[in-house]
């Protein structure tokens, strides 16, 4: 399975840009896809997740804010980010695991990431 995740770059504070991840196959085999990201200097950390039956799991720094979903027709995982901060900058990496359950493991599947940053 490869991931390719689009979406990213320069955005203002406040503002609402989406991220797609598109996979090379289906994704109605994928159970958990999700968003991860990194900043620097700081180990990946979970963003969302999202099953196949529609379940979520937020971080708490972005729930409320972000939103993500999956279209299983597209083979694509999207994250739609609202009032973005600049503690929001990172590289965003989609990820997507086979088994279940609400994280996604070094293991797994995992894109290149796309990069964003949040100018105040």
């Known amino acids: 399975v490869q991931l390719q995740a689009c979406g990213g770059g320069l955005v203002q504070a406040g503002g609402s840009p989406r991220l797609s991840c598109a996979t090379s196959?289906?994704?109605?085999?994928?159970?958990?896809m999700g968003w991860y990201r990194q900043a620097p200097g700081n180990q990946r950390a979970l963003v969302a997740t999202?099953?196949?039956?529609?379940?979520?799991n937020y971080a708490g720094s972005v729930k409320g804010r972000f939103t993500i979903s999956r279209d299983d027709a597209k083979n694509t995982v999207y994250l739609q980010m609202n009032s973005l901060k600049p503690e929001d900058t990172a590289r965003y990496y989609c990820?997507?695991?086979?088994?279940?359950?609400?994280?996604?493991?070094?293991?797994?599947?995992w894109g290149q990431g796309t990069h964003v940053t949040v100018s105040s």
């Open positions: 196959g289906s994704i109605v085999s994928l159970n958990t």
């Open positions: 999202i099953t196949r039956d529609g379940i979520t």
């Open positions: 990820g997507a695991r086979t088994y279940g359950g609400l994280r996604i493991y070094e293991d797994d599947y």
